[in-house]
């Protein structure tokens, strides 16, 4: 779309709003609520990871007709 010309400015915008992010999340979560969550916190992060991953995998392989290891590479990176 061009809309942004510099790429210094939206990097320097995208740090400030992940700090913020962070900021916030750190107000929010408490050291003993986070422990409480640990289990579903790994669980349900390394769910994620493996399914977007093979969605992506397959997607690069079905579309774009690339070997497996090359998918498999492209689909977790």
Excluded: K
Aim: proline share 3%.
């Amino acid at each position: 779309l061009n809309i942004a010309h510099d790429p210094e400015a939206i990097m320097e915008l995208a740090e400030f709003g992940v700090i913020l992010l962070m900021f916030l999340i750190g107000l929010e979560l408490r050291p003993q609520r986070l422990w409480e969550m640990r289990d579903s916190i790994f669980v349900m992060g390394s769910l994620q990871v493996v399914i977007t991953g093979i969605i992506l995998m397959l997607t690069v392989l079905l579309l774009f007709h690339q070997h497996l290891a090359a998918s498999f590479v492209i689909g977790f990176a």
